[in-house]
Structures are given as C-alpha cells and as structure tokens.
C-alpha cells in the first residue's frame, strides 16, 4: 500500500494531452514539493519533475508539475508513442522522515 | 553529470546477509549538498525508500522504519562509494534495489540489481 495515491493505469493517443493524479496528505505533498519519476520497461526511474514544475535538462516542455494543497498532477501534452511508461510522484514525508512514492501509473499511448 | 554504478550479488540466501556497492562518478560521497539514498522496488511493495547516508560536518545515516533493525548504510570516502547492508533476509526482500543521488529530488539513479533471496 503506497503512501501516496496514483491510478493504476491512463492512455491516450498520439498528439492528445493526458493528466495523472497524486493524492497524498499534510506530511508529505501538503508540506514539500512534489517529484515526478519516469520509468521505461526494464530501466531505473528517472527524475522527469522536480520541485513540483521544474524540469530538469533534457526533459520536453510537454511534460508539465503542478501542485495544489495535498495533491499533484503531472500533464503530459502532444502525447508520442515514446511516452509509454510508468510514472510515480514522489515526496519527502515529515512524519516518517523519509521519501514516500506513489503507486505508479501505466501509461498507455494507443 | 552524476553516474552511479552497482555492484553485488543477485542472490542470497535466507537468514544471510544482502550487500551492495554503489560507486559514484561526477560527485564526492562527501559533498555537504547531496544525500545518497537506496531504494528498492518489487510488484507487491511498491517502490520502497530503505535509507540514506549524508555528510553535514559529520557523517549520517537514516533509515526507514521498516528495516531500521537490520539495515546500515554507509560511506566508503576512499573508494568515493556507499554501501547497504540488509540483515536476515526473507524472500519478502526479493526486488530491484537502486542506489540514488538526493537530497530534494532523486536526481540519478544506479541502473538497479535485481536480489533474489532463496535457497
């Protein structure tokens, strides 16, 4: 049971715009910021959102963090056939004092 | 750019010991401004944060409460790597475990070592 609430899965086809959800509580997404994670079969998650909407280098302006209270959404836009993944939000809990994820959403590019 | 490369076995028996290495290349284990983390990841748990290791004037090391009594993670200055160490292991400690660079963000993450715990 994860800490933090994903659906398990969201699709798509190619050029639409996709929302996935987070839900957490006040320890965690209502007190730090929220990451986004993407991991394509069989390789290690990579760092897609950091500090609720920034994106690191390298990553396509279609993908897009926001945050609102104890909740997260991650948008992806003019979705491609590449972005078919799994993708976890992630955040530091103040009352475990450690970082807690989401149970990942399966992303379908139909 | 930060690149993190594990090393250990992929099985081990129950009741042992499961040990990995992470190296790291592009950062100091020792840098004041990262924290370096060991995550694991299995279809019932989940992905699962097992601890940290950090070093603010001195060394520290964090752990989940989950495996608090059988985990320690260190650093290896010498060799500018970090390790983890889990105890009494069960097959319910069969995953993918992952070394990653923090410490607002898991910005890099080792390529990941699949542990098998059986007999």
């Known amino acids: 049971q994860s800490v933090l609430t994903q659906p398990p899965s969201a699709s798509g086809t190619p050029g639409q715009r996709v929302i996935i959800s987070c839900s957490g509580s006040?320890?965690?997404?209502?007190?730090?910021?929220v990451n986004w994670h993407q991991q394509l079969p069989g390789t290690a998650p990579k760092l897609l959102i950091n500090s609720n909407n920034q994106r690191p280098s390298g990553v396509p302006d279609r993908f897009s963090g926001s945050k609102s209270g104890t909740s997260a959404s991650l948008a992806i836009s003019g979705l491609q056939s590449e972005d078919e993944a799994d993708y976890y939000c992630a955040a530091w809990d103040d009352s475990l004092k450690g970082w807690v994820f989401g149970g990942g959403t399966k992303l379908t590019v139909l | 750019q930060v690149q993190l490369q594990q090393s250990g076995p992929g099985l081990v028996k129950p009741s042992q010991t499961l040990s990995l290495t992470c190296a790291i290349s592009?950062?100091?284990?020792?840098?004041?401004?990262?924290?370096w983390n060991w995550i694991r990841q299995s279809p019932s748990r989940g992905l699962e944060w097992l601890g940290r290791?950090?070093?603010?004037?001195?060394?520290?090391?964090v752990y989940a409460v989950s495996v608090k009594s059988r985990i320690t993670i260190k650093p290896d200055t010498s060799k500018n790597q970090f390790s983890l160490q889990l105890n009494s292991v069960t097959p319910d400690d069969t995953a993918v475990y992952y070394c990653a660079r923090g410490p607002s963000a898991l910005t890099s993450w080792g390529q990941g070592t699949l542990v098998t715990v059986s007999s």
């Open positions: 592009g950062d100091s284990v020792s840098n004041n401004n990262a924290a």
């Open positions: 290791t950090y070093y603010r004037s001195k060394w520290y090391s």
């Open positions: 006040s320890s965690n997404i209502g007190g730090n910021t």
